[in-house]
């Protein structure tokens, strides 16, 4: 089975302090996304990566940026956190090719910033 | 851009009913997949069933199926024998097909299923 981790399940940071959000996945996936999910939003894109070293912007990269040095680990940073930064943050993988579509999540981070 | 739209914010089932969750999309592409997902209460996000768009025939998984109508922009889901363990946030979603690169999905805001005993 795919596995994919999130290095905390509960988080709590001051305004203002860099966050790093850590994701693992075990299956060598070339593609890693990273979504937050408000209630009555749904899961909005913020980035994802194709490959090591490689980035792609989502839908809402504002105030978020990525790193990708290895292939199964792929983290979002919050430079300067801010309350409007609360929220679950889900991390996903897939195997690569047009034709492997099926994402797999990890169990979410949720980021309280005061 | 493309949008997913489930209309249904929350939806309420007696056990062993069968309940439809609706979905419509907005899209220009000819090829693209969708899916369901199932997001149990603190729990993972778990994929339900997956639909590719050059594929006419409804998928079906078990006790889930489909009813997808390309032309209408419309995938529906539909559960059967509704059970207990089938309460749960349900996701639409929708990816293009992308000529070698990734993307990501498209979600719909999600429909709130509870399974009344």
């Known amino acids: 089975d795919v596995k994919v981790t999130q290095s905390s399940r509960y988080l709590v940071k001051r305004t203002g302090e860099k966050v790093f959000l850590e994701c693992v996945q075990d299956?060598?996936?070339?593609?890693m996304f990273w979504y937050r999910q408000d209630p009555g939003l749904g899961l909005r894109l913020i980035y994802f990566?194709?490959?090591?070293?490689?980035?792609e912007k989502g839908d809402i990269p504002e105030g978020y940026s990525v790193s990708r040095e290895k292939k199964e680990r792929f983290s979002l940073i919050l430079e300067s956190a801010s309350t409007n930064q609360t929220s679950m943050y889900l991390c996903a993988s897939r195997s690569g090719g047009d034709f492997q579509e099926t994402q797999y999540f990890g169990p979410g981070t949720r980021l309280l910033v005061l | 851009a493309q949008t997913v739209t489930q209309s249904q914010p929350e939806m309420s089932v007696q056990e062993a009913e069968t309940v439809t969750l609706s979905c419509t999309y907005d899209?220009?592409?000819?090829?693209?997949?969708l899916f369901w997902y199932k997001q149990p209460p603190s729990r993972q996000m778990i994929l339900v069933i997956r639909q590719e768009a050059y594929k006419q025939q409804n998928a079906t998984e078990n006790r889930f199926s489909v009813n997808f109508q390309k032309a209408a922009k419309s995938f529906s889901l539909k559960i059967s024998d509704s059970q207990l363990g089938d309460a749960a946030m349900y996701f639409c979603a929708y990816r293009r097909l992308v000529g070698g690169g990734a993307d990501g999905l498209t979600f719909g805001k999600g429909t709130h299923l509870i399974i009344q005993p």
């Open positions: 990566s194709y490959d090591v070293k490689m980035k």
């Open positions: 899209t220009s592409e000819s090829d693209y997949y």
């Open positions: 299956m060598d996936h070339e593609n």
